[in-house]
């Protein structure tokens, strides 16, 4: 009997623990029937990877999830479907290299990036300017201030001696 018992107890938790973490795929649609997102859940929790989408169909974000957080690295879309940025999330916020697209233009020809360091879901560190992919500034940031900003690799390596970059 109590073996019994014992088989039936086992059971029961064994199937109540399988059924609880079971992972599903899942999606989230707008109100006219259109995907809005889609990706894995383990307990209503989003986890690995997930797209996030316009209303139009293109992609708005793509990435992993851990524990409903934003997790590792990162794409960001606009609406034309042309990547404005992308970088590392721990624990839903922003750390490490960030590279963000064409935030501003010198003129209609020119195309600038910049590479920013995040620590802590705030620009911490260097940002690299680069103007149709050659480097032509950089700066340097303490939560969220431009506290320097360089022209020349001169005057970087002197205000900077133990940069490593």
């Known amino acids: 009997m109590m073996k019994h018992l014992l088989f039936i107890v086992s059971t029961l938790l064994f199937f ?6 079971q992972k599903e795929y899942h999606r989230e649609y707008y ?3 259109s995907i809005k997102a889609e990706g894995w859940k383990i307990n209503n929790q989003k986890t690995d ?8 169909g293109n992609v708005l974000e793509k990435g992993h999830f851990k524990n409903n957080k934003k997790q590792g690295y990162w794409y960001f879309y606009s609406s034309e479907n042309k990547l404005l940025k992308e970088g590392h999330f721990i624990n839903n916020k922003a750390e490490k290299w960030w590279i963000i697209y064409d ?3 010198i003129n209609k020809k020119d195309r600038v990036t910049r590479k920013f360091q995040y620590r802590n879901n ?3 560190g260097y940002c690299l300017l ?7 500034k950089a700066e340097k940031y303490i939560d969220n201030q431009k506290m320097g900003e360089w022209t020349d690799v001169f005057s970087f390596k002197k205000d900077n001696p133990n940069a490593s970059l």
Do not use: E
């Open 31 to 33: 109100s006219d029937g």
């Open 122 to 124: 705030k620009k911490n």
């Open 16 to 21: 109540s623990f399988q059924t609880s973490y």
């Open 130 to 136: 680069y103007k149709n992919d050659k480097l032509f």
């Open 49 to 56: 990877y997930w797209y996030s989408y316009y209303p139009d």
């Open 103 to 105: 935030i501003a233009t």
